[in-house]
């Protein structure tokens, strides 16, 4: 600055002496200011007498004219025995923007520095009614306070605003700024998370022993200066005097002011954390669905997909740092991962509910464990099991009562079953029988080929009757026996079908009972390390 203003004293003014800004000029900007001294006997007054007339004009003139306060001395710092105390405190208008992928913070506030040069003392007797005045503040000095740790490489304040000055000597300067400063950010908790921003003002230009920065309580929350922001609360904001050392070994004095904000999540909430939850419970809800069919595989990958955006979405506004995740990335990244895990269930689910008594057998561990041991642990009952045991208990019965029956009577003759069942298959089946095409399985089951073998080997002659009535008797009772032989082809297959869909209703049952397991073991799984991520991470 001081080779800036020595610059421009060299420089010929082309218009009138007597005129700080230029003539007539109300429009002046921070570059059209001209040096206060002229010259070593020339004076150019800051003020002209048509806008500051009386006493300003004459109190102007008084400060600027005397030797106290020409073009080399306002370089120089006031005259003090000691260092120059500099009261330095801000009031905060607005938080601009927090930016969490660049680690930024913008902020407008006013600082506010104040201090005493005795060159700027003036008589209040001798210029009454004057109790502030105001000159541009390249006209004196300055501590040169800037900003330390900024992100834009604007040091300066935006606006040039005029300095006061006391009858006392006291200046007081309050430029109004935008500052762009670097803030190291935790995203642990996002969007529930606090952050604190410290500016770092220092005197550049002195060190410690010849300016000493001292803070006092900064403004805030101030309805008449403030505006609030629409993502961020404004705590409070302290203030610390400190030091700093520069690289040649230099003790500078700084003044670390610090914001504590915290966010607002309504946003988020509704935008990605409310999603989310929904989508977890969807996910729970598939298992509600049958499983003959795909719908719990198409929705569970369209919640995979939903997951996978989501994720994007709040990985990008994430900043990219290796020391900590934030707790949503963890959340919607372990939501993601429990989708898998539902996904693979729906499959494993899927696969036993299509499997057959023709394509697979049921292993009896497995049947143990999922048809008999498990649904009582997971309160399931299977109906048309209980009745089925019913069944097959009168069944039982059944069977009991006729091995006590060895034997049938018909019209006085003695007829063993095995005898007569093995007659009618030997002696009584032709070629022309409609069971001669069927399956041969049904005509030769084990007990029916060892009644063969028992009728083979008994003579047929005792059931040759001799009496022309009883032949027609032993007819009727051939007709018989192939009405019976018809009904036991028939309960065959009503057996064997009835066997079928018994084998195949197991594996229906055992997708319900694996499927109500998995439903289960996800929903714990889901809660407990929701509350895990919250809670203890």
């Known amino acids: 600055m001081f080779l800036l203003l020595t610059l421009l004293t060299l420089v010929p003014s082309a218009q009138s002496s007597n005129s700080f800004t230029g003539e007539g000029s109300h429009d002046r900007s921070y570059g059209e200011y001209q040096s206060p001294y002229m010259g070593d006997d020339s004076y150019s007054p800051y003020v002209e007498e048509e806008e500051y007339p009386g006493k300003e004009y004459e109190l102007a003139s008084r400060l600027f004219r005397d030797e106290k306060y020409h073009k080399y001395m306002r370089a120089s710092r006031p005259p003090s025995d000691g260092p120059i105390i500099v009261n330095f405190t801000m009031t905060v208008a607005q938080i601009v923007a927090l930016d969490e992928k ?49 992100d834009d490489g604007v040091y300066e304040p935006t606006y040039p605003a005029n300095a006061l000055i006391s009858p006392n000597g006291d200046v007081q300067w309050l430029p109004p700024s935008i500052y762009v400063a670097t803030c190291g950010m935790n995203m642990d908790l996002f969007p529930y998370d606090t952050q604190r921003c410290a500016l770092n003002f220092v005197s550049v230009n002195y060190d410690h022993s010849e300016v000493r920065l001292h803070s006092e309580d900064p403004i805030y929350n101030d309805e008449q200066s403030s505006y609030n922001n629409t993502e961020w609360d404004l705590i409070n904001v302290t203030m610390q005097d400190d030091s700093i050392r520069f690289p040649r070994g230099h003790v500078h004095s700084q003044v670390i002011t610090t914001f504590h904000l915290k966010r607002k999540p309504l946003f988020y909430e509704v935008t990605l954390i409310t999603p989310m939850v929904m989508l977890n419970m969807v996910c729970i809800m598939t298992f509600l669905l049958p499983s003959y069919g795909g719908t719990k595989l198409n929705i569970t990958a369209n919640i995979f997909l939903a997951f996978s955006t989501l994720l994007l979405i709040v990985v990008k506004m994430m900043p990219s740092t290796a020391h900590n995740v934030p707790l949503l990335v963890e959340f919607t990244f372990f939501s993601l991962l429990m989708t898998c895990l539902n996904t693979l269930f729906c499959v494993i689910v899927i696969n036993i509910h299509w499997r057959s008594p023709n394509t697979d057998i049921m292993h009896e561990w497995f049947r143990w464990l999922v048809l008999e041991t498990l649904p009582g642990f997971i309160c399931m009952r299977r109906q048309k099991l209980e009745e089925e045991r019913a069944r097959q208990e009168n069944l039982e019965q059944l069977e009991l009562i006729y091995a006590n029956e060895p034997t049938l009577y018909y019209h006085g003759m003695q007829v063993d079953m095995a005898i007569k069942n093995d007659f009618f298959r030997i002696n009584s089946f032709s070629s022309t029988s409609p069971f001669s095409e069927s399956d041969d399985s049904l005509n030769h089951t084990p007990e029916l080929d060892s009644r063969r073998k028992l009728g083979a080997s008994l003579p047929h002659c005792h059931l040759q009757p001799e009496e022309p009535e009883e032949q027609d008797n032993l007819l009727a009772f051939e007709e018989q026996l192939r009405a019976l032989d018809v009904i036991d082809y028939i309960a065959n297959c009503l057996r064997r079908k009835d066997d079928f869909e018994r084998k195949n209703d197991d594996w229906t049952f055992a997708a319900l009972v694996v499927n109500r397991m998995f439903f289960i073991l996800y929903t714990t799984i889901l809660l407990g390390g929701t509350y895990y991520i919250f809670f203890f991470s």
């Open 102 to 150: 660049s680690q930024t913070v913008k902020v407008s506030i006013w600082p506010m520095c104040r201090w005493n040069d005795p060159r700027l003392k003036f008589s209040e007797q001798e210029f009454p009614g004057i109790m502030t005045f105001r000159v541009p503040s390249d006209a004196i000095w300055l501590p040169d306070v800037v900003i330390l740790n900024n």
